[in-house]
């Protein structure tokens, strides 16, 4: 049940990424993530790529950005 879950929210995720500017973080908090670390270890899982390397390959957001976001919390 807990994978299909995840699955369901990565799906979910993928969607905001793509129809929003919104970074891992703010992704993470609206899905119900405890913190972006785990929200990212269960991208990963489920999509084969970290959300960082989704967001650079498919969105063109800049990692450089995000990473010092995430690492200023």
Request: net charge positive; charged share 20%.
């Amino acid at each position: 049940m807990t994978a299909y879950k995840n699955e369901l929210l990565i799906e979910q995720a993928i969607d905001i990424f793509k129809k929003s500017n919104k970074n891992i973080t703010e992704v993470s908090n609206k899905l119900g993530f405890s913190n972006p670390y785990y929200f990212s270890r269960v991208f990963k899982r489920v999509t084969g790529v970290s959300p960082s390397v989704y967001l650079a390959r498919y969105t063109g957001i800049n990692l450089k950005t995000e990473v010092d976001h995430i690492l200023s919390m």
